[in-house]
């Protein structure tokens, strides 16, 4: 999935303005699916305005320069349903944690503790949007989507727990550690 992909997932549901389309992207029910900035959204939305798509009209604010509000047309709507019937690209996964715990060993235990703790924290709160999410009015797909995303992140955190242990007694083991004394 795409950037283009989201917008059009957006706005299949409702209008909404770009400055709108990046919220919901970021901090949103669409959060999970693609990494979209601004930089990424406007173009996607004029080349979907430009291909008929999706229509923008200019709505006056007062004092403020006027909005513009993207809503999706049948074109889009039938673009959309083909784009998901495309198979799915593989998940990309990525964690700055994950590069912490393959260095534990030249880490001090306690560092490695508290990235420990961080992500753990960092999971309770995924969880708790993602709860939150599920008591608002969803479509089915959205509430399976949600109980998936759940039980991911809770198995994460009982993997966290269950070996905390193990990846804690590794860290500070490396001889030859880079890491000058003052970090530790």
């Keep these: 999935m795409n950037v283009t992909t989201l917008c059009l997932a957006i706005l299949f549901q409702e209008e909404a303005t770009g400055y709108e389309i990046k919220k919901m992207s970021t901090d949103g029910k669409y959060s999970y699916f693609v990494d979209a900035s601004f930089g990424s959204i406007y173009p996607a939305l004029a080349r979907l305005e430009r291909d008929g798509f999706v229509t923008c009209r200019e709505e006056s604010q007062p004092g403020k320069p006027a909005r513009k509000i993207y809503s999706i047309t049948e074109a889009g709507r039938a673009r ?3 784009n998901l019937l495309e198979e799915p690209e593989p998940d990309i996964f990525r ?3 994950l590069l912490v715990t393959m260095y534990a ?5 306690h560092v490695v503790s508290r990235a420990i703790d961080i992500r753990v924290n960092q999971l309770t709160q995924e969880i708790e949007k993602l709860t939150q999410l599920a008591a608002e009015e969803q479509t089915p797909g959205a509430h399976w989507a949600i109980d998936y995303g759940l ?4 198995q994460s955190i009982e993997y966290l727990n269950d070996n905390r242990e193990r990846l804690e007694a590794i ?3 490396a001889n030859d550690s880079p890491l000058p004394a003052a970090a530790e």
């Design 171 to 173: 860290a500070g083991t």
């Design 151 to 154: 039980c991911c992140f809770r």
């Design 95 to 97: 964690s700055a944690f």
């Design 105 to 109: 060993p030249m880490l001090p235990r």
């Design 80 to 82: 959309f349903a083909a």
